[in-house]
Structure formats: C-alpha cells, structure tokens
C-alpha cells in the first residue's frame, strides 16, 4: 500500500527565517513520482514541484529547494528566507510511475504560520 | 489557460437533500479527478475519468455517490440523500496525458455543508 507520512501538523516561524518541511513515504513501487503542493488560505491546491525516483539530484528554485532521499524514504521541502506569503498549507503526495489513473496519495499536510 | 472552474463554491443543504456539483476542467486535459478533502486531512481520491471514461473508484464512493463526464469535456458529482458525514471540501483536478505523471491541476473547491 503506499502511505504519505507529513508528522508536522504546524509550523510557526517568524520571517526570514528558514524551515524545512518533512514528507516520508512508503510505497512497493520501484518507480513513483513525489510532489509537493501548496494550499493557501483560499482554497486551490497548487502545484510546486514533480520528482520521479529515478532522480535523486536535489532542485532548487527560488527561495524553495527539495532534498530526495530514496534511502531513507524522504522528500523534504526547505523554503529559505520565509515571507508571509508562504503561509498556507502544504501537502507531499505520492503516485505510481506510469500508472493507468495517476492519482495522487496525500498526506495530512504541514500548515505553515509565518509571522511577521 | 483558464484553470480549473469548479461551481458552486459553497453549498448548504439539509440532510436527505440531492445536491450536485459541476468541474470545468482545463480545456486540453482528458484526465479528471475528483477528491474530498475534510477539516486538517489531506485530499483523498474519489473518481478518475479519461475522456468520458470512468476507469476507477475509490471505495470512498458509495452508492450515493455518481460522477458523470458525459462529452469528456465537464463532469457532474452527484450526491444522493446527503448525510453530515458529507460535509467536506470536494475538489476537482485535471491533467494531461502527455508524458509520464503530468501533474494534477485543481479547481477552488465546492464546500458541501449538510444540516
């Protein structure tokens, strides 16, 4: 079964302060494809960024950067320099590489508070 | 690219009512989706079509529950004889079916209250 596991129910930093999102998951697949949405107060779920397994190079853009680790099952999600634009919620979600239906398995979500 | 268009966006109704929900999705994406998202969870799948295919359903979907995509353009969810444990967001995604996992694009949301 494939699980997404974001254990951080809040975080609360002030701005310009970093700080680092955590995602694990558990899947049989060999090959799958992590992503990371943000969900602000309004509503829309939008998309930040895609990484299948075969890639486990870290990406950066902008203030946002992403460290994959197959080994130890992570996808973690670092903004640098806060802003309190970035307060929302954000979810890591999971799908099957190629899959007939490439539905997404969230997780509960980390709501990130950014004080000014 | 209008995005996602999801109407209402609120709904109220009374327990036992009918209530239907449309999505409007992007114009050049086959793939659709429905998910239901409650209080402080994550979206959880519902339903997928491709064109006006049904190909999959979660076993969230009870019987009460019917999606339509009937020109593969919009789709409809409908929800029969509603309970409160209907009250939830439900969101409606679309995607491409070029290249592999194209990401899903989600529509506002329709808030479903049931009393």
């Known amino acids: 079964a494939q699980k997404v596991t974001q254990a951080q129910t809040e975080i609360s930093v002030v701005e310009k302060e970093d700080v680092t999102l955590d995602c694990v998951y558990e899947?049989?697949?060999?090959?799958?494809?992590l992503f990371w949405y943000k969900q602000p107060p309004s509503g829309e779920l939008v998309f930040l960024i895609r990484?299948?397994?075969?890639?486990?190079q870290n990406e950066i853009s902008g203030r946002y950067s992403w460290n994959f680790q197959k080994s130890t099952s992570s996808f973690n999600f670092t903004i640098t320099a806060s802003q309190v634009v970035d307060s929302a919620v954000y979810f890591c979600?999971?799908?099957?590489?190629?899959?007939?239906?490439?539905?997404?398995?969230f997780g509960t979500g980390t709501l990130l508070a950014v004080q000014p | 690219d209008t995005g996602v268009s999801q109407n209402p966006r609120h709904k109220i109704t009374k327990r036992g009512q009918n209530v239907t929900f449309r999505c409007d999705p992007i114009?050049?994406?086959?793939?659709l989706y429905w998910y239901r998202q409650t209080l402080g969870q994550g979206p959880e799948f519902l339903t997928y079509?491709?064109?006006?295919?049904?190909?999959?359903k979660s076993r969230l979907l009870s019987d009460r529950f019917s999606a339509e995509r009937p020109k593969g353009s919009f789709s409809t969810l409908e929800i029969q004889r509603t309970e409160q444990g209907d009250s939830a967001m439900y969101l409606c995604a679309s995607s491409s079916s070029q290249g592999q996992n194209s990401p899903l694009h989600f529509g506002n949301g329709t808030r479903l209250t049931v009393t």
């Open positions: 079509f491709q064109n006006e295919a049904q190909l999959e």
């Open positions: 899947t049989r697949d060999t090959t799958y494809y």
């Open positions: 114009s050049e994406h086959n793939r």
């Open positions: 990484r299948n397994s075969f890639d486990e």
């Open positions: 979600a999971l799908s099957s590489y190629g899959g007939a239906t490439n539905k997404l398995i």
